[in-house]
């Protein structure tokens, strides 16, 4: 057990978590606002910490003022002040390595309200109040999450429906879908998205492995949702279930795909209307091609074992830490425990239904991804490589997938079989590995 707490304090110091307080070079935080030069500045102390506080999507790159700015001040945190209510103050600001001994620099909406409650919580805060605008005035470079354009805000989706006029949209059909595990679709009848249809995962994937249907049905699938290869296609729902969806749809061929970010919460925090009335999408007669258009999306059990061979490959267990040392499997349906020979593991969360280290504090929203960087850098994981992640039979991972996809990486895929098929299939189900690793991510496949 006590290697265990060292494995893990290791991965969470080198993620920004628990860091150690030190003297800081340079005092940047005082009384009234700091310029962009003192910004700038604060870019050299590791414990002086930028913090924006706009939203998710501002954040990743989206300009929902109109003001031209697509991004965030590099090396800033992102904490917006509307999800304070979200979390623990103490624990969201750990998770983005920030200590009571950091100097905190605010910019963003409501930083007065923001500043306030860091200071009653013992923190040391000063405000930037030119903020992005006067940052942008003076010509000085953003960072943005690279496809950001797959991670919808609410309000885009709300504008786009409306028939707004809206960025990063070039007039395709569009179609919405509200994803879950249910076959009468009972989370639908219950609110959501105007417009919005219900995909019901078992029509996409199926026992006793729970890998995809054939590439057959699925292209019948799409057809029946009046899905072509032109179609927008919107997910939310339940984030894993929403992705599981997303990756199919996307290996089958559909051109554009995207997740709507926060999910319902965020379109119900932001007042917007909800319906409650079950429609179905009229079908189409043609797909628009054969299926699959983009087979490297999702990987079956052959070419698993040749990744886990390749010195340029990796396979990523998303899987919590008691799954992957094989204290459980995880499962009802699985009774193997255990991990994959060779893999590594990626983190995920507490138990196979949540997904807390890839989203923020109100789990329906994509964490930020700088965040999501530095968590790999500490795993030891390379975005370089090709990297295909599996979890218990598909859901965590296409989640994974999906935000893997936003921050630009081009080799990476869904191992579709995940444990479960490696744990019960003659060929590999003795290649696995229980226990502390002696030096995490670091394990051999022996063929």
Known sequence: MKKLFVILALILGIVGCGSKVKESKNKI????????????????????VVMDTRSYDEYNGWDLKGNGINGHIPGAVNYPTSAIKDADLEIAL????????????????????????????????????????????????FEKLKRYETIVPVSWVKDLLEGEKVNHYDGRPVKVFNVGWSENGEPHKKGHIPESYWMHTGWIEEGPVWNRVSDMKIKAEMERQGITTDTLVLIYGDPMAA?????IAKYAGVEDVRMINGGLKAWKDAGYP???????????????????????????LPEAVELLKAEDGDLISIRSWREYLGKISGYDYIKPRGRIMGSKWGMAGSDPWHLEDYRDMDQFHMRPYTEIQKMWEGLKIDPENHLAFY???????SEVWFYAQAMGLERISVYD???KEWSETKETKKKFLKGEPKVLNEESFID
Request: charged share 30%; glycine share 12%; hydrophobic share 35%.
């Open 29 to 48: 935080v005082k009384e009234g606002s700091i310029s962009v030069k003192e910004v700038q500045k604060a870019g050299e102390d590791e414990n002086i």
């Open 94 to 141: 750990e998770r983005k390595g920030i200590s009571v001994g950091d100097e905190i620099i605010i910019y963003g909406e409501e930083s007065e309200t923001m500043k306030n409650i860091l200071i009653e919580k013992g923190y040391t805060v000063s405000i930037f109040d030119g903020g992005v605008e006067e940052w942008a005035e003076e010509s000085l470079s």
């Open 243 to 247: 992705a599981r969806f997303g990756v």
């Open 274 to 300: 909800v319906e409650t009335e079950m429609k179905n999408p009229e079908p189409v007669k043609e797909f628009g091609a054969s299926v699959p258009q983009n087979p490297e999306l999702i990987i079956d």
């Open 391 to 397: 979890c218990g039979t598909g859901w965590r991972a």
């Open 417 to 419: 079989g995940g444990w």
